[in-house]
């Protein structure tokens, strides 16, 4: 299994291209195979970089027993569904972040992933790089004092991209750079959070395209985070001290960390170890830690994952702002207790998904708790969610959406 270590794609996009490229780099290890939901991308791709195996579906990428490692590259709308299917099948994963739409899909395959004992990870690639350590080691010496503040900035202008404006597939700045600037406050702070403060503004199709966060720490701490996807940013992460403050170049491929004094002036920095990309390190993580026989990395634990995604939670709440098929999922439930409300002997046989006239006909309709009424109003609810939702997704029930998401994942 390990002589060569077999690692199949699934995804076809920008992003598995850079994965695959790494890859092609590193010792020991390498991209063995594709998938895609068109055969003719994945040919494609796998002559680009030269995998073995180029499948049309991803269940036939699972269902290879010579891959050793799956990397997700799909949308994040896909990454739910996707990593379950290879956790069930028994095949270790490593998933691009955003994780998954929210925190309840991340604990779910979490939970699969410790009741079939098989590896999974957050390709949260900062959380592995060297360069990490640095940054801590210069923070933890004390050459700034005791850390009070901290901000971080990442901001792309990548709006044109489907992704990542179209609702239905998880569009939005938080879950594309916005996850690196609480990645980032985490790593540096950590997670003993008290409030969480955050405001955003929204595209014409619903998704943020551009927030500021405001993380308060129990200890006093203060992290100020702000991400887009319709404007530039410095990329910096600034931790401020009591004797000076340090600036590290772009949080989410880290290039440098400068030391500044009371007086502004520079008095330390190092660079960044040279590197292929950046993604060899999360690779060879995943590696190490399969070998071990370990279910996730110590870089980035399923606790961190988890942290991220209910911070995240927590600030789309405040937003008001919901996924498609988190509306589904909570129209779904309203039925199902207007379903579960008690009725009368004479009403019983009337269920939800009786029409209003079935309703009205039933003998003692006026005294049941479930009245026509109710039921009317509940399946116009679910029409109402149903059409917005259509209206969202376009034909994000078709495949045909999903094939053109990955490929410009």
């Known amino acids: 299994m390990f002589g060569n270590f077999n690692i199949g794609i699934m995804g076809s996009g920008n992003i598995a291209g850079i994965m695959a490229g790494t890859i092609n780099k590193m010792k020991n290890v390498r991209v063995y195979a594709v998938a895609s939901r068109q055969q003719v991308h994945a040919d494609v791709f796998a002559g680009k970089y030269g995998c073995k195996k180029a499948y049309g579906s991803y269940a036939d990428l699972v269902a290879d027993k010579k891959v050793d490692l799956i990397y997700v590259a799909t949308p994040h709308s896909e990454h739910y569904e996707n990593v379950k299917m290879c956790l069930e099948a028994g095949k270790p994963v490593l998933c691009e972040k955003a994780f998954t739409l929210n925190a309840a899909q991340a604990e779910e395959l979490v939970r699969i992933a410790a009741e079939h004992k098989v590896f999974l990870a957050e390709a949260m690639w900062t959380r592995y790089m060297p360069m990490l350590t640095t940054i801590r080691e210069v923070i933890g010496s004390g050459i700034i004092g005791e850390p ?3 901000t971080a900035n990442l901001g792309y202008v990548i709006s044109d991209k489907e992704r990542l404006t179209n609702r239905a597939l998880g569009g939005g700045a938080l879950l594309d750079v ?21 405001c955003c503004t929204f595209t014409e199709t619903g998704v943020d395209e551009q927030n500021a966060i405001c993380l308060q720490y129990y200890d006093g701490k203060v992290a100020n985070l702000n991400s887009s996807m319709v404007s530039l940013s410095d990329r910096q992460g600034i931790i401020y001290g009591t004797k000076g ?5 772009n949080i989410n491929n880290f290039e440098s960390i400068a030391v500044y004094d009371k007086q502004y002036k520079k008095v330390a920095s190092y660079k960044c170890p040279k590197q292929i990309s950046g993604y060899e390190y999360e690779v060879a993580a995943c590696i190490e830690a399969i070998k071990c026989g370990l279910i996730e990395c110590a870089q980035m634990p399923h606790s961190e994952t988890l942290r991220v995604m209910r911070i995240m939670d927590e600030i789309r709440s405040q937003w008001g702002m ?3 098929c988190e509306v589904q999922e909570e129209e779904g439930k309203h039925l199902v207790e207007l379903a579960d409300q008690p009725q009368t002997a004479e009403t019983a046989e009337a269920t939800v998904t009786a029409d209003v006239a079935e309703a009205t006909e039933a003998a003692g309709a006026i005294e049941a ?20 939702a259509a209206e969202v997704t376009g ?15």
């Open 148 to 150: 009070k503040t901290l």
């Open 178 to 198: 916005g996850v690196y600037t609480i990645n980032f406050a985490l790593m540096i702070f950590g997670h003993n959070i008290s409030k969480i403060a955050s």
């Open 245 to 249: 403050f340090a600036v590290v170049e």
């Open 322 to 324: 919901k996924y498609p």
């Open 369 to 388: 708790t479930v009245t026509a009424e109710a039921l009317e109003t509940a399946k116009i609810t679910v029409t109402a969610g149903s059409a917005e």
């Open 395 to 409: 034909t994000a029930e078709n495949t045909e959406v999903s094939k053109t998401a990955e490929d410009i994942a």
